[in-house]
């Protein structure tokens, strides 16, 4: 059963730093492209940052400059680190295991997510 864990989240003051990390198993974990989503109260789902199966990254405009998506494929793991954090940036983290046809999501993963909360 694949499984994809999140952990790292946690409530940290603003300008403060968090990393999350995000566990995959039963997957062949380089073969696909990784996402962080968030999804704050009363607010849609948004992506993050991206890394694909080759190391490529994108980011929101929101997070540039502030966050770095990562990945170790040899520990089936993707990371993101968060600093100076913002009262903005609250909401529930989740982690997307996915491969890609065109458009179309042929697998795809994700994780139950883990809450940050940025607050003094």
């Known amino acids: 059963q694949v499984q994809l864990v999140e952990s790292g989240g946690g409530l940290v003051q603003p300008g403060g730093s968090l990393r999350l990390s995000c566990a995959a198993s039963q997957i062949a974990f380089s073969t696909y492209d990784l996402g962080w989503y968030r999804q704050a109260p009363g607010k849609q789902r948004e992506l993050v940052a991206l890394?694909?199966?080759?190391?490529?990254?994108n980011y929101t405009d929101s997070v540039k400059g502030r966050f770095t998506i990562s990945r170790d494929n040899a520990k089936n793991t993707v990371y993101l680190q968060m600093n100076n954090l913002k009262s903005e940036d609250t909401a529930v983290y989740s982690c997307?295991?996915?491969?890609?046809?065109?458009?179309?999501?042929?697998?795809?993963?994700w994780g139950q997510g883990t809450r940050v909360t940025v607050s003094s």
């Open positions: 890394i694909s199966s080759s190391g490529d990254t």
């Open positions: 997307n295991a996915v491969i890609r046809v065109g458009e179309t999501r042929i697998y795809d993963y």
